[in-house]
């Protein structure tokens, strides 16, 4: 259920000769108003059957400045460092092995809304820490059966530390939550004709769960141990197996796929004793390409979602955003049914494409209010599958290339959401939004000019008028005009912006802080 962002790293690149070639870059930017001061520094390796890649990064970002009347928006600036390596070896002329190791650190990250809103004296995560190791084996085959096979075994793990106290108290509150994940996954493409190729594999990830709380009375320094957002020590593992399949005829070319998931879900909670789940899902997809017209073509697919629940929404207890969250061990998983069906072309001048999108969900895991109850001055909240809702929209999205060197582009977004058991809008539902943007480049140099824009969004589900982030009137429309710039000169990069030109103040639906008002920026990178 729902999308997925795909990230690529940096990526060590092998020798085309017997030279061995080192390389180092940095890089430096700073932002008007103190609001981002970063440095990186890089360096890379290639030779013919080693090449090695990495940096380092530390960054300071200040108070968030907002547009007009808004201005500083004091606490919202945090400290970070991060750093990544990443090596690749050539085995044989089939094989070959990469192995990384990415580190992320932020700390006093405060949260902007709960001390402007909330009443509260310190709110922050200090600290909020992330580690990823993986390897990853590319083996080519020399079979239709097995053409490539791709191995990858990771291990992440996510550590937050949470602080708190109200104004006018003396109890600090302390949260430490750390999820270690394991995961294996064997991805393996056949080509079993010139117009039938799969790729079909086995996935596991294990995840276990630390969760605790100290509570810390900063007059006498007495400290009370007691029970984490979550059950501490719960175990959430899934394995899976699927086989996705393309085939092509003439000017068809279909998609067909089968993913089979199932999960052990294992908590320990003092209240309610041992809980364990084992739902499992057959979910699939299908769809269909036609070439209308050489560069036109129509499109259609429709798939199955599933979504155990997990531990969060199995376990959480304490205050989550603006509720007090008590925990529910019997969830089902939730489902969906999504169809799609679109236009697409591309030829020398123009690029776009146009799709409607529809999803049907049910057995929601939605927040319940529990009547007559409150805690420490918060509504008591319940999750349970209660809930179906349907998801509906439009995205559109068009390039022109008037010259070579110029392109304008444009896209927006409609989606309309409905809870249809409580007759009501679907919460989190974002307003119509688009982009337009003007694009300049030359072999040295590139210039851009963007505009953003959102409607107003005054649908709200009842949660969301519950919500301190957002009106209870809605959240108003905004249009936000963005200059950038960058330049090549020999060994030195610069790159540049100005933001919000008109200084506009504006609130992403749903946020809890405003977003920039006119600044501008400058980096600069210089290559050895």
């Known amino acids: 259920m729902g999308g997925v962002v795909r990230v690529v790293t940096q990526e060590p690149i092998f020798s085309l000769d017997n030279k061995r070639t080192w390389r180092a870059k940095l890089l430096s930017k700073y ?18 059957k080693f090449a090695i890649a ?58 902007f809304y709960r001390i402007a809103l909330e009443n509260f004296a310190v709110n922050e995560f200090d600290k909020q820490q992330r580690q990823l190791q993986f390897f990853r084996l590319d083996v080519k085959g020399n079979r239709s059966l097995i053409d490539v096979i791709k191995i990858i075994g990771s291990r992440q793990q996510n550590r937050e530390v949470r602080k708190s106290r109200k104004v006018g108290s003396v109890i600090l509150r302390e949260e430490e939550d750390q999820v270690t994940t ?39 320094g007495a400290q009370n141990k007691i029970r984490g957002l979550y059950a501490d020590d719960a175990r959430y593992q899934n394995a899976s197996l699927f086989s996705l399949h393309q085939l ?13 998931n199932a999960f052990s879900i294992r908590l320990q909670d003092t209240a309610s004793g041992n809980i364990r789940l084992t739902p499992s899902a057959l979910v699939w997809n299908a769809g269909l390409s036609f070439e209308l017209h050489k560069h036109h073509y129509l499109y259609a697919s429709y798939s199955t979602g599933y979504r155990a629940p997990n531990v969060d929404d199995l376990s959480s207890l304490g205050v989550v955003d603006f509720r007090y969250e008590v925990p529910t ?79 304008l582009n444009g896209s927006i977004t409609y989606t309309h959401g409905n809870n249809q058991t409580k007759n009501e809008p679907l919460r989190r539902i974002p307003p119509t939004n688009g982009r337009f943007m003007l694009n300049l480049q030359k ?50 990069d610069l790159t540049g912006g100005l933001q919000n030109l008109f200084n506009r103040d504006y609130r992403t639906h749903g946020s809890g802080i405003n977003g920039v008002g006119r600044s501008g920026w400058l980096s600069v990178g210089f290559s050895l």
């Open 31 to 48: 932002m008007t108003g103190d609001m981002e001061k970063t440095g990186r520094g890089e360096i890379s390796y290639s030779g013919k």
């Open 54 to 111: 990495g940096g380092v990064t530390i960054r300071n970002f200040g108070d968030l400045i907002g547009g007009d009347t808004t201005g500083k928006q004091s606490s919202s600036g945090y400290g970070e460092w991060a750093m990544n390596l990443k090596a690749k070896f050539r085995i044989n002329e089939k094989m070959a092995l990469t192995i990384a190791q990415q580190q992320l650190s932020q700390r006093n990250v405060p949260v």
């Open 182 to 220: 394991f995961g294996l996954t064997a991805d393996v493409l056949s080509v079993f004709a010139k117009d039938w190729q799969a790729n079909s594999g086995i996935e596991f990830y294990s995840d276990g769960v630390e969760s605790g709380r100290i509570d810390i009375n900063q007059q006498t």
């Open 248 to 260: 092509q005829h003439g000017r068809w070319v279909a998609d067909v796929g089968l993913r089979f």
């Open 329 to 407: 061990f019997w969830l089902r998983p939730e489902h969906s049914g999504s169809l799609e069906l679109g236009y697409k072309m591309k030829s020398k001048k123009w690029k776009g494409d146009v799709t409607f999108f529809s999803m049907r969900l049910k057995d929601l895991i939605t927040r319940i209010k529990v009547d007559g109850e409150v805690v420490n001055g918060y509504a008591v909240y319940r999750k349970e599958n209660s809930e179906r809702a349907l998801v509906q929209g439009i995205e559109a999205a068009l390039t022109w290339y008037p010259l070579s060197c110029i392109n």
């Open 443 to 492: 072999e040295d140099w590139s210039a851009s000019a963007e505009w953003l824009w959102a409607a107003k969004q005054n649908r709200l589900a009842k949660g969301d008028k519950e919500d301190i982030r957002i009106n209870p009137l809605g959240t108003p429309g905004w249009q936000v005009l963005n200059l950038y710039w960058s330049w090549h000169f020999r060994a030195f």
